[in-house]
């Protein structure tokens, strides 16, 4: 049974600082994804990652894959309070979606 | 135009109440999911409609009944509400079973009292 494991599950952080969020899945899979959930809000997707080594960047944020560790990170650079959301990765198995626990991030001004 | 919908967004009601909620995509996918967020904001999946027929069911009470009347809508509805079923369920759709960036609704926060 594929397992997806986020961490840190909460992270509090100033403004302007740098900062990473591991994501770590059991067993083999070819795609995961990055969603971002604004506090009452619903998801939306932020990157897809389909292959080994994949890097994709949006704004101040960053996502890779390494699917031989099993291990995606999304890199938060120079970080602002805008990006303060909780923050899901998801890997594909069977026809479905397995959600990690979220990364709650709080960034203070 | 809203890409998935869902309705209605608030929903309180008492226990033991029945109560229905409402899912419409107009993406043209062919998949179509329920999701039960709780107030940790773990997210699960419930069920998930392929083309109108059922491909995941996953171990949720016999309460719960998805509905596609066709690939563009799936509703849930639940019998006999409990207190534990207070969450926030959320729809989403995908271009096919459980490939692809998957869209989600809005979210119907549900508070049984």
């Known amino acids: 049974e594929l397992k997806v494991e986020q961490n840190p599950l909460f992270l509090s952080m100033q403004e302007g600082k740098n900062y990473t969020i591991y994501c770590n899945y059991s067993?083999?899979?070819?795609?995961l994804y990055w969603y971002r959930q604004d506090p009452g809000k619903s998801l939306e997707s932020l990157f897809v990652?389909?292959?080994n080594g994949a890097v994709k960047q949006e704004g101040r944020l960053m996502a890779s894959l390494d699917t031989k560790a099993r291990l995606s990170t999304l890199h938060i650079t120079a970080a602002v309070h805008d990006l303060s959301a909780t923050y899901f990765c998801a890997v594909d198995q069977n026809y479905q979606l397995i959600w990690g626990a979220g990364t709650k991030l709080i960034i203070k001004p | 135009d809203t890409a998935v919908s869902q309705t209605p967004k608030y929903l309180v009601t008492q226990m033991g109440n029945d109560k229905s909620i409402k899912c419409e995509q107009n993406?043209?996918?062919?998949?179509m999911y329920w999701y039960k967020q709780d107030s940790k904001k773990f997210l699960k999946i419930m069920f998930s409609?392929?083309?109108?027929?059922?491909?995941i069911n996953e171990t949720v009470p016999n309460r719960f009944s998805p509905k596609s009347p066709d690939k563009a809508h799936l509703n849930l509805h639940i019998n006999s509400l409990e207190l534990g079923d207070s969450a926030v369920y959320f729809c989403a759709s995908s271009l096919s079973s459980g490939r692809g960036i998957a869209y989600f609704g809005a979210g119907t926060r549900l508070s049984v009292l």
């Open positions: 409609y392929n083309n109108k027929e059922l491909i």
């Open positions: 990652l389909l292959s």
């Open positions: 067993t083999t899979s070819d795609r």
């Open positions: 993406l043209g996918h062919d998949t």
